[in-house]
């Protein structure tokens, strides 16, 4: 549409601005038209357009086929499908169980082709006889006597092997005299229990004892304590313990006839209200017998006294 009139081929000639008819070369016969009122010119109505659609075709096709910017250098490019691999571990196996079977296999066919071959026969030896001496080999040696086998004199009546008690000396009923049970012996220490439990498991065999009474109220108590063989030396642990306690006070005096028996003068006991107490003890080991003497006496022992009893009773084991 336009600011002008709308003209049709058959339409007579619209009038003037004035309203008077526009002249035509018409025919006479036309009838005149009645003037029409003049139409304000009307502005087209334009759409509102986005502004996407403002933008040239061009550019919208170039924008179809080009990536955003933006999501080309943020977003990472997609990777292609990765290969599956084989999960880790599982090479290995196979190339192990093929090396297993491979040996198995390799000595079974080994030993089918080992077990169809006949037996190789042995070579003729050298000396077909053995040869013996001439004169018959020397007699064994007579066992040794029983006064010269130690084992057998500490294998049999042990209480044997202890000291006789002095002329005039009384038995000592409190400390006994003979066999002594292993609790009855424990008893005896500080710590009864801890000692009990460290002579059975040392597999302590049997405990004799020798005991008297001295005029002056003098006691002496003799224990010979053996042990049994085994993969630990019973006699000589019970010593070392014994020793290690005893040395914490005196070094003490060597016993003759052992290697490292040795005699002690031990700390006076003094209680208030009663008399005080000397002590004396020896003590040393032969083969799987520990010897073990005690003296008490209100009047103080000599060394000579604890020393030379020590050692008379070696003599005798």
């Known amino acids: 549409m336009s600011g002008d009139a709308v003209e049709s081929p058959d339409a007579p000639p619209v009038a003037d601005a004035g309203g008077h008819p526009a002249p035509a070369d018409a025919p006479e016969s036309v009838e005149p038209v009645e003037p029409v009122e003049p139409v304000e010119p009307v502005e087209p ?22 990536p955003d910017a933006a999501e080309s250098a943020g977003a990472p ?47 003729v030896l050298a000396q077909e006889h053995l040869a013996y001496p001439a004169k018959p080999a020397a007699k064994a040696p007579d066992p040794l006597p029983a006064s010269e086998d130690h084992q057998v004199k500490t294998d049999g009546d042990l209480t044997k092997l202890l000291l006789d008690r002095p002329k005039g000396a009384k038995t000592d009923t409190y400390a006994g005299s003979g066999w002594i049970g292993l609790s009855e012996y424990a008893a005896e220490y500080d710590s009864p229990d801890f000692m009990f439990g460290e002579l059975a498991g040392s597999d302590i065999r049997r405990i004799a004892r020798q005991s008297w009474l001295e005029s002056g109220d003098r006691e002496t108590k003799i224990d010979l304590l053996q042990y049994r063989p085994g993969s630990s030396v019973g006699a000589r642990d019970h010593f070392d313990g014994q020793m290690s306690y005893l040395l914490a006070d005196d070094d003490g005096d060597p016993v003759k006839g052992s290697l490292d028996g040795r005699a002690f003068i031990l700390p006076v006991r003094r209680e208030a209200g009663y008399e005080p107490m000397y002590e004396a003890r020896a003590i040393a080991v032969r083969g799987d017998i520990v010897m073990d003497i005690y003296m008490f006496s209100p009047e103080p022992i000599s060394k000579k006294t604890i020393r030379s009893l020590a050692e008379r009773q070696l003599e005798r084991l």
Request: glycine share 10%; proline share 12%.
């Open 77 to 123: 490019e997609p990777a292609p499908d990765a290969v599956r691999r084989r999960p880790r571990g599982r090479t290995s196996l196979i190339v192990l169980a093929a090396a297993v079977l491979g040996v198995a296999i390799g000595g079974a066919v080994g030993y089918g082709v080992q077990a169809d071959r006949d037996p190789t026969p042995l070579g």
């Open 45 to 66: 109505a334009v759409p509102a357009v986005p502004v996407a659609a403002a933008v040239a075709p061009e550019a919208v096709a170039d924008s179809a086929t080009e």
